[in-house]
């Protein structure tokens, strides 16, 4: 069983850059589809990115494409989302998903089809 643990969220202003962070543990990290997914107040859990195991394949989210990037580093059991140019709608608590996958290029991007779950890191974006 993974653990998952984020970091990177806070507050920032309508333009900046943030990196949130995801640090998986307890299981082998290689095996595991990520994704990071979103909440905003009021609002239903939002796909935002997810990334394969081996991290050959990468899916986004319309709201999100162009301005955030996501990746995985195995070695570090750690999965990133760069976000650029942050948005007051980018507001949201952010989590970092993960389930097994057997197969190595598989993106998964709907909340159902993930197991485990990070206990999530708030960004607050001002505008």
């Known amino acids: 069983q993974v653990q998952l643990v984020e970091s990177g969220g806070g507050l920032a202003q309508a333009g900046d850059s943030l990196r949130l962070s995801c640090a998986a543990s307890g299981g082998s990290f290689g095996d595991y589809a990520m994704g990071w997914f979103r909440q905003a107040p009021g609002q239903e859990f939002e796909f935002v990115a997810g990334?394969?195991?081996?991290?050959?394949?990468?899916e986004y989210a319309d709201a999100v494409k162009g301005r955030s990037t996501i990746s995985r580093d195995n070695a570090e059991s750690t999965v990133y989302l760069q976000m650029n140019s942050v948005k007051f709608e980018d507001t949201a608590v952010y989590y970092c998903?993960?389930?097994?996958?057997?197969?190595?290029?598989?993106?998964?991007?709907?909340?159902?089809?993930?197991?485990?779950w990070g206990q999530g890191t708030q960004v607050t974006v001002s505008s």
């Open positions: 990334i394969s195991r081996s991290g050959g394949r990468i």
């Open positions: 998903a993960a389930v097994p996958s057997d197969t190595v290029a598989d993106v998964l991007t709907t909340l159902r089809e993930y197991e485990y």
